[in-house]
């Protein structure tokens, strides 16, 4: 009778140890491929007890060493021993902008333990670069695959970011400003930017990143604004005109919110079938390693994506106050998950692309790779397939290779994009490199 007691017991201590050692590790119960994909429904929070840390130190490529790509491609550095790069812009000429950049000062953030820890935690990670702020022109001249020129075109700015071209127009999204150069394909310099306007900036900034991208006939410019905080815990007036994607005229520089409730776009493409916007996001942080996924999604005109009342087309972020329940049905779910924390960033579409037949048609996404989840997820470039202009397969990996065997981190990539002769340019921010992937 005793025994009969005895081991169901055991068995349940055991259950709620393991449920216990999970919940206080912050480590995920599940793969971080099942949040990946048109996901219906996500599983339960479970925030941990301690905030989790667990960021990738930054340690570089050594000599000789590259990604990893799959058979059918390969894979070589297009420039090494760049400055944090962070964004590419391909020319129409062959030359490729780079903004090297990182976080502008912040001195309106929250001071305090655990914000001091991340900090040292996340220099570690290689976040503690202080920014270049330039913007870098790469040329191959001679067609080769590799840079072998590189003159800094423009200096000066504020944390540089997006960047896009209209005509004889360059476009930059600083920290905290969207400015135009004049700018004609062949230059290596340019010089006296005009204030496009202004954008939400600091003194907290904490989203920083800002991209820009122009619709096809150059007379709206979409630009996207982060967060000031991760839900809102700075107040919602610290969050005016951010977790949003703007639209602005490109000759006036008048603007309004094209579509809110996105709590850290970055990447920005228009679907080649469609020629819908679609938009990478990073999502919140706090309630457990297995979600909320990052997202892939089309982006609609008035569109409310639910930050940061709520995640994931409707689920309640119990942690704050003030929503109005009345919203919650407008709340447009996501196209495509990417897996919790996995930093998703970059994005382009595979238009021009020509690595062949299994990524002629899709989306290409840069994944920096995360700080909270056990264990580490991204660290990568993917691809989604996509048929007639919607995700249509699971994400196929492209470059991988990033976190050596010991989960340090070689490399971080960021900005991906489709360079005139068809390859796939992926900028990484601790290899100091612009890797470039083509068939072969």
């Not at 070589?76 to 000062?105: K, M």
């Not at 006296?192 to 096809?216: E, M």
């Not at 840069?366 to 989840?373: A, T, V």
Request: no cysteine; hydrophobic share 40%.
């Amino acid at each position: 009778m005793k025994k009969r007691i005895v081991f169901p017991l055991i068995l349940l201590l055991l259950g709620v140890a393991a449920v216990v050692f999970v919940r206080s590790s912050g480590r995920a119960a599940l793969p971080v491929e099942a949040m990946m994909g048109p996901i219906r429904q996500l599983p339960e929070p479970n925030p941990p007890l301690i905030t989790t840390l667990n960021v990738a130190p930054a340690i570089g490529w050594k000599a000789g060493e590259r990604p990893t790509v799959p058979q059918g491609l390969k894979v070589n550095a297009f420039a090494a021993g760049l400055n944090h790069p962070r964004w590419l812009l391909p020319l129409p000429n062959g030359d490729v902008l780079v903004a090297e950049s990182n976080a502008p000062p912040k001195p309106g953030e929250k001071k305090g333990l655990f914000a001091w820890v991340q900090s040292l935690v996340m220099k570690r990670a290689g976040a503690g670069v202080k920014s270049p702020n330039l913007i870098v022109l790469l040329r191959d001249a001679n067609g080769d695959g590799v840079a072998e020129a590189r003159t800094v075109l423009a200096q000066g700015l504020v944390s540089p970011y997006g960047m896009a071209l209209v005509g004889d127009q360059l476009y930059v999204a600083e920290a905290d400003k969207l400015v135009r150069f004049a700018f004609r394909p062949g230059q290596t310099t340019v010089a006296n930017p005009v204030k496009v306007t202004d954008l939400p900036g600091g003194p907290i900034n904490h989203h920083w990143t800002k991209n820009v991208i122009a619709s096809a006939d150059g007379s709206k410019l979409y630009v996207t604004v982060g967060s000031n905080s991760n839900i809102g815990d700075n107040g919602m007036a610290a969050e005016e005109g951010r977790a949003a994607i703007w639209e602005v005229d490109a000759k006036t520089g008048g603007h309004r919110i094209y579509a809110y409730g996105l709590r850290n776009p970055n990447g920005l493409a228009f679907e080649p079938t469609s020629k819908m916007l679609w938009t990478v996001v990073n999502e919140r942080d706090g309630l457990g390693s297995d979600i909320v996924p990052d997202y892939l999604t089309s982006v609609d005109f008035g569109g409310f994506y639910g930050w940061p009342w709520y995640y994931w087309g409707g689920y309640i972020d119990k942690r704050v106050d003030g929503r109005d329940d009345m919203q919650q049905q407008y709340v447009e779910r996501p196209d495509y998950a990417l897996g919790a924390h996995t930093a998703s960033l970059g994005l382009a579409f595979a238009s021009g692309a020509k690595l062949g037949p299994r990524f002629a048609e899709g989306a290409f996404v840069g994944q920096h790779g995360s700080w909270n989840r056990k264990p580490k997820a991204g660290y990568k470039v993917i691809f989604v397939p996509f048929a007639k202009g919607r995700p249509a397969g699971k994400p196929v990996d492209v470059l991988t290779g990033f976190l050596n065997k010991d989960e340090k981190a070689r490399g971080r990539p960021v900005g991906v994009a489709i360079d005139r002769a068809g390859a796939l340019l992926v900028a990484d921010d601790v290899g100091n490199a612009v890797w470039r992937v083509t068939a072969g």
